[in-house]
């Protein structure tokens, strides 16, 4: 008789357990949600002790109090009021107290502001507030389409701090070594904005700032000439589709009928929202965020001194919908939910703690173009794509 094995059954037991009741160890509580029709494995798992720490996390602080539209603008009574100044002067204040507590509850005025001269741009948070504000009226005038009503504020990405928890940036490390391990391709290490996984770690780059198309397989079992998506283009595929799984908190079937991927007509309504919200981001990051790389201090850039850029986990934080999909926008209505001026300066000017006015020198023409690979949310959906896009 082969004595080791009823020891190897006793440890088995004893591991298993032990991975039910010793510490660190949890069973959650799982909720299930079909959405799709049955048998087709349309559903979505959620650990309920998670959904209750993301609910805390995702409460909406009200407006200060209700702003009177009435009375003088803005640019009227205050100085270098650039974007904001068809404001009341109760709006315009009523939204500073607001964005302070979005931004910055703690350091309070002093974050964005010099007390002695609050009209000066000196402090680069300023010069970036500003185009942040531009940025956010932009998301709710021109990105309906994936926003809706509901909208966005400074709040939805920054929750109480001066950088939101949720950014990405090229991300190299740990460099090669050399030798064999010199061409790894960006991949067979942790990504941290791929989900943790062994995929490629900068497709963000490719999908999130550039316009590089999404590709996941044929739609035929043999090749026929016709679709050049390679299994590298696969993997960045998945490497993307783990950062938004990861970013809402949801699993593929949210967006796929996991049977078809590449088929449209057979995939639920959320798809368009997040092909809208792709090419949102794409948008945020190459006409608002990357701009502003001259202002930026070495501590808010990556490793390689590139930005910090805007991904879904930004304003998701986890959820399918931002804050659960409680909307903020009534309350600053005139502030957020319309475009104000949309000129910008030339940043490669600008001189932190010298600069004091940080304006276009000529409001007319000093409107960035956006790059002519930029999509906006006028771009028509793809209609029977021989590969999957999203």
């Known amino acids: 008789m082969k004595l080791w094995i009823p020891f190897a059954v006793s440890a088995g037991t004893l591991l298993t357990i032990a991975s039910f009741v010793g510490a660190g160890w949890d069973a959650p509580p799982v909720e299930t949600t079909q959405t799709g029709f049955r048998g087709t494995g349309m559903y979505i798992h959620r650990d309920v002790e998670k959904q209750e720490a993301l609910k805390v996390a995702n409460v909406v602080p ?24 068809d404001l009341s002067d109760d709006q315009f ?3 500073m107290a607001s964005i302070t507590e979005w931004v910055a509850p703690e350091a309070g005025c002093n974050y964005c502001h010099n007390p002695e001269n609050l009209a000066s741009d000196e402090l ?55 030798n064999m391990t010199q061409n790894r391709q960006g991949q067979n290490v942790v990504a941290k904005f791929g ?19 999404i590709r996941v397989h044929s739609t035929t079992a043999l090749p026929t000439g016709t679709n050049t998506a390679t299994t590298k283009e696969t993997e960045a595929t998945w490497s993307l589709m783990m950062h938004m799984s990861e970013s809402l908190g949801v699993n593929c079937t949210t967006c796929h009928n996991s049977r078809a991927f590449n088929d449209w007509d057979q995939s639920p309504p959320q798809r368009v929202t997040a092909w809208h919200g792709i090419r949102m981001v794409r948008d945020i990051n190459a006409n608002y965020v990357q ?28 959820v399918q919908k931002p804050l659960y999909g409680v909307s903020m926008l009534q309350d600053y209505v005139d ?26 020198a000529e409001q007319s023409s000093a409107i960035l173009p956006k790059p002519a690979t930029a999509q906006t949310a006028e771009a028509v959906l793809p209609t029977a794509p021989a590969t999957s896009d999203n």
């Open 195 to 213: 989900g943790g996984s062994s995929l490629p770690q900068n497709v963000l780059k490719d999908y999130l700032l550039d316009t590089k198309p």
């Open 291 to 318: 701009g502003l790389t001259p202002v930026f201090p070495d501590h808010r850039k990556g490793p390689e001194g590139d930005v910090f850029k805007v991904g879904c986990a930004t304003c998701h934080a986890g």
């Open 62 to 85: 009200p407006a200060p109090w209700q702003a009177d539209p009435s009375g003088d603008k803005a640019r009227d009574l205050y100085e270098n009021v650039q974007v904001l100044g």
């Open 93 to 95: 204040n009523q939204f």
């Open 124 to 178: 680069y948070q300023k010069v970036v507030a500003r185009r942040m504000i531009q940025m956010t009226q932009a998301i709710n005038v021109d990105w309906k389409a994936h926003v809706g009503a509901t909208g966005a504020t400074c709040y939805t990405c920054h929750r109480g701090q001066g950088i939101p928890t949720n950014y990405w940036y090229e991300d190299k490390e740990p460099k090669p070594a050399g």
């Open 335 to 360: 502030a957020l939910a319309k475009k104000g001026p949309t000129a910008v300066p030339d940043y490669t000017t600008y001189q932190p703690g010298t600069t004091q006015k940080m304006a276009p």
